[in-house]
Each structure stands twice: as structure tokens, then as C-alpha cells.
Nanobody, 125 residues
């Protein structure tokens, strides 16, 4: 079981940047892929990005490709999401998630086993 805590959300103007962090607390030496999802009011939770344990495999949603960068520091048990050129449509609660596998096997919420509580990102126009 992995416990996850997000931080770094906030209010930013369109075109600005934010960096989200996700700190993981693990009880085993298991390796796990991680990902970011987001959920806007009245919408389903959607995939943003995912990264394998080694960092060699990274996947982005088309809507954020070229603007967002996912990374991780396994020595610090922390994952990051650098968000640049933010748009009002990026406004959502952002969740980090951990999978049971070390590789990214899918982009659906059901492909991830552990979730953080979420952090709000609001982009004003």
C-alpha cells in the first residue's frame, strides 16, 4: 500500500506555471509506476501523465503534451508535474496515483491502486 500526498496547487493566471509534487510513503521495497489525473467540476477524472518506476517510459495526454512535464526522484519517493503555459481549461483538482506495477500498463483510473487526496489548480483568464 502506498500513501500519497500532493502539494503545489494554487491560483495562477493563464500562461503561468505551477509545479505539483506528490510525496509517497511506502512500507515495502515494491517498485511502482505513478501518474497524474485531474477532475474538473461535473466531469470525469481524466488522465494527465504517467511515468514508469525507472522513468524510462513516460506517457502524456494529448491535451497537455508539450506543456506539462512529469518526473520522479525515487531517492526522495517524490513525483513531480511541471505545468507551463497553463490554460483556463487546465483548472481542476489534480490527483497523483501509484500503480501495482513498475511499468505503465494503462491510462484509466482503474489501472492505479493508490490515490492522493488531490490539490486544486485554478487558472484564471
Amino acid at each position: 500500500q502506498v500513501q500519497l500526498v500532493e502539494s503545489g496547487g494554487g491560483l495562477v493566471q493563464a500562461g503561468g506555471s505551477l509545479r505539483l509534487s506528490c510525496a509517497a510513503s511506502v512500507r515495502t521495497s515494491n517498485t511502482y509506476a505513478m501518474g497524474w489525473f485531474r477532475q474538473a467540476p461535473g466531469k470525469e477524472r481524466e488522465f494527465v501523465a504517467a511515468i514508469s518506476w525507472s522513468g524510462a517510459s513516460i506517457v502524456y495526454a494529448d491535451s497537455v503534451k508539450g506543456r506539462f512535464t512529469i518526473s520522479r526522484d525515487n531517492a526522495r519517493n517524490t513525483m513531480y508535474l511541471q505545468m507551463n503555459s497553463l490554460k483556463p481549461e487546465d483548472t481542476a483538482v489534480y490527483y497523483c496515483a501509484a500503480a501495482r506495477t513498475s511499468v505503465v500498463v494503462g491510462q484509466r483510473p482503474g489501472d492505479f491502486a493508490s490515490w492522493g487526496q488531490g490539490t486544486q489548480v485554478t487558472v484564471s483568464s
